[in-house]
DNA sequence: TCTAAGGCTTCCAGTTACAGGAAGCTCAAG
DNA sequence: CTTGAGCTTCCTGTAACTGGAAGCCTTAGA
């Protein structure tokens, strides 16, 4: 099958897939033509891939997850033990985020918005909180 | 004032002083051995860069926002579409951590963790949800 | 006076996960 | 036989720095 198909099929932009070859996460066969021929085992590959980047695992990770599925000795506790590192990171980004939130909220309610230059955010920003 | 000062006052890393310098958002004079000679004013623009990095705007938004600082002409308008831009982008990416954090954990919870392969992490990657 | 340690300089490479685009080969349709 | 779509590789750019190398400047101590 060709990369458009697989494109298709895998939900992954073909620039995307070439990328993941490049850095070793699949490796497809290669046409007469030079053209790659994935099999069912690498769109099978590559969706797990792009469901493990929807869920926000860095590629590392990914790479770490893929050999896992594919390793019929694993154990699962390796597995459960990068999904938690992961979703610590994401919980830490959450908290980051929502007290940027807070304090911008804070700062654009407080500014009029209107034709005058006064601004309570700039001024929150030349001084600091 | 020399870098290394400007870096414990501002609070930012020489190296990020430097690059800022490279995009053109501080303008540090010289002295004559070619050191930057930072101003008091070069201090408190980095200090609000620094500030408005914190609050997670992008680089182009802390350029834009140091110029309508210094613009005595701006109107507050200007200033707070900026920041409600920033705060509906912080808030989609915090919709999207959630999303990502509410699969996980449950994924996590549903993972043994032991010493067996099986593994309801992996087969949700391999199936999709 | 010489030296060694910092601090400063510039410049280049690496990071993350691709996207855009150019130049050129291949294939299927009309 | 030509045209257009699809494929190939290769190079560049992105965001916002960080690390490191090579080398100049300065200052304190032996």
Redesign the interface.
């Known amino acids: 099958m060709n990369i458009g198909e697989v494109s298709e099929r895998a939900g992954l932009p073909p620039k995307t897939i070439r990328y993941y070859e490049d850095i070793g996460l699949v490796r497809p066969l290669r046409s007469d033509n030079g053209y790659r021929a994935f099999r069912e085992s690498d769109i099978?590959k590559l969706?797990?891939l792009g469901?493990?980047r929807?869920?926000?695992f860095s590629i590392e990770d990914c790479r770490t997850?893929l050999g896992?599925?594919e390793?019929?000795?694993?154990?699962?506790?390796q597995?459960?033990?990068v999904?938690?590192e992961?979703?610590t990171a994401?919980?830490s980004?959450?908290a980051q985020?929502?007290s940027?939130?807070k304090?911008?909220?804070h700062?654009?309610d407080a500014?009029?918005?209107?034709?005058?230059?006064?601004?309570p955010?700039?001024e929150?920003?030349?001084k600091?909180?």
Chains 1, 2 share one sequence.
């Open positions: 099978h969706a797990f469901r493990a929807t869920l926000g997850l896992l599925y390793d019929e000795t694993r154990e699962s506790a597995v459960k033990s999904a938690k992961h979703l994401i919980d980004k959450i985020l929502k940027m939130r304090t911008l909220s700062l654009v500014c009029q918005g209107d034709h005058r230059p006064d601004c955010i700039l929150d920003l030349a600091g909180s």
